[in-house]
């Protein structure tokens, strides 16, 4: 049986709102820098700096999944892509040497560690799409 009590809303809102606010957090801030006259700049790094929002936000979103039994798997499966690939891109910054500066950005090592967390950042999308429909199934009136 689904369970769509308080517990399982305020899980899914707060969890949406964590995981979703370092990915909207950057757009934001550039939108205000163009309106200054500067021009837009978006952070990309910004949803692995404030992972421990996302881990969080995750981690309520599949306490609510499981309590609805809707999307478990797309949030677990993001979940676990998203450990991996920020992981993985940390892991490649040090065996390559780009965490310690011996040797100089740029390469297919820059480039192997900035698509590991421009990967990052769509698995964290993808749980912010999966936190906005289990929202919606969770309210939806049957």
Avoid: C, H, N
């Avoid at 517990?7 to 205000?32: D, E, N, Y």
């Avoid at 309106?35 to 981690?59: C, H, I, N, T, W």
């Avoid at 490649?92 to 100089?104: K, N, R």
């Amino acid at each position: 049986m689904q369970k769509r009590d308080v517990l399982t809303k305020i899980l899914a809102i707060v969890g949406t709102i964590l995981v979703g606010l370092p990915v909207v957090a950057p757009i934001v801030f550039g939108l205000l820098r163009l309106f200054r006259g500067a021009s837009f700049l978006v952070d990309y790094l910004m949803p692995a700096e404030l992972g421990f929002l996302v881990l969080a936000g995750a981690l309520m979103l599949l306490w609510a999944a499981i309590r609805v039994r809707a999307y478990i798997k797309w949030i677990a499966w993001s979940i676990g892509l998203a450990f991996l690939l920020v992981v993985g891109a940390q892991w490649l910054a040090v065996v390559t040497g780009l965490a310690d500066g011996s040797i100089q950005p740029g390469g297919w090592e820059m480039a192997l560690v900035t698509g590991g967390i421009i990967a990052y950042d769509l698995a964290v999308i993808s749980l912010l799409v999966a936190g906005i429909q289990l929202i919606r199934k969770v309210f939806k009136r049957e």
